[in-house]
């Protein structure tokens, strides 16, 4: 996952914490956006976390639920998710807006 948060981390991660505190699975480690990527600092935090067997309706539901605003407009499009299932090849990138579009079923 990934998001342009401009200062609200603390409030972004404790609602990710708080998610997997609820699932009981080891929770979300954030990359230091100046220590990963080579000479340059990546634009975004970048939370990631690999889990097994997770219901991914309620992930999708969670993750459309995360809200941050910046300068009073909303940021849906500027937080990503990242999935990849067993059966996919490639990761998927979705937006908050793009993801409630998706079949997941299929």
């Known amino acids: 996952m990934s998001a342009s948060l401009f200062g609200t981390q603390e409030m972004f991660r404790a609602q990710l914490d708080a998610y997997t505190s609820k699932l009981k699975v080891s929770p979300f ?3 230091d956006n100046c ?3 080579g000479d340059n600092c990546l634009r975004a935090d970048l939370f990631v976390a690999a ?3 997770l219901d991914l309706r309620a992930f999708i539901e969670f ?3 995360l809200h941050y605003a910046y300068q009073g407009q ?3 499009k500027t937080l ?3 999935i990849k299932r067993p059966k996919d090849e490639f990761f998927l990138v979705f ?3 793009t993801i409630a579009e998706w079949d ?3």
Do not use: I
Request: net charge neutral.
């Open 80 to 82: 990503q998710v990242f």
């Open 104 to 106: 997941f079923t299929a």
């Open 74 to 76: 909303d940021q849906k």
């Open 95 to 97: 937006t908050q807006e």
């Open 29 to 31: 480690a954030k990359l």
């Open 35 to 37: 220590r990963q990527g």
């Open 63 to 65: 993750f459309l639920s």
């Open 51 to 53: 889990f097994t067997d």
